[in-house]
């Protein structure tokens, strides 16, 4: 018995950049790339920039009034500070194509990554380190990427993402 394997999402689209460093205010040039089995009906092409923190760390605070001093494993914590769609192509049938696109990154993107904190609703920080009263906040960093989305209408969207640096 012979076994068919489709291809995995990040087969059936791809990104392809002219280079992978960039500057504030800097175009980013490109093309997203669809390698599909069959033709699908979406809803549109998507590609999405991303401006992330991340980190991966311990977390310790107190439990209960009885005081139970605790530590928690945070694993890999993220928050998305700065997201920014570009319509690519609109609600059709697609098939094997190449889209190219230009992207613009924002002049004050890396003063944005600096004051993400303020963007963080309160309520959002305490459910994840349960109380504040002692809390050893590890180092966040940034992570920068660009995902390309085709929105299926009846059905998983396909995506594949790349990440880029910034500086």
Excluded: C
Aim: aromatic share 14%.
């Amino acid at each position: 018995m012979a076994f068919k394997f489709n291809k995995s999402e990040k087969e059936k689209i791809k990104i392809e950049l002219e280079k992978d460093t960039f500057s504030p205010g800097e175009n980013i040039r490109g093309r997203i790339i669809l390698k599909l089995d069959k033709p699908l009906q979406a809803k549109g092409l998507i590609l999405t920039f991303v401006g992330q923190k991340y980190r991966k760390g311990l977390a310790s605070y107190f439990l209960g009034r009885w005081r139970i001093y605790h530590i928690k494993s945070l694993g890999w914590g993220f928050y998305n500070f700065f997201k920014e769609e570009l319509q690519i192509d609109t609600e059709k049938e697609y098939y094997g194509m190449i889209y190219p696109f230009e992207y613009k990154i924002p002049q004050n993107i890396l003063l944005e990554a600096e004051n993400w904190k303020d963007k963080i609703p309160t309520a959002k920080i305490i459910d994840e380190i349960v109380s504040e009263e002692v809390y050893k906040e590890t180092e966040w960093s940034n992570r920068w990427y660009l995902e390309a989305r085709l929105k299926i209408s009846h059905g998983k969207d396909i995506k594949n993402k790349i990440e880029i640096k910034i500086t």
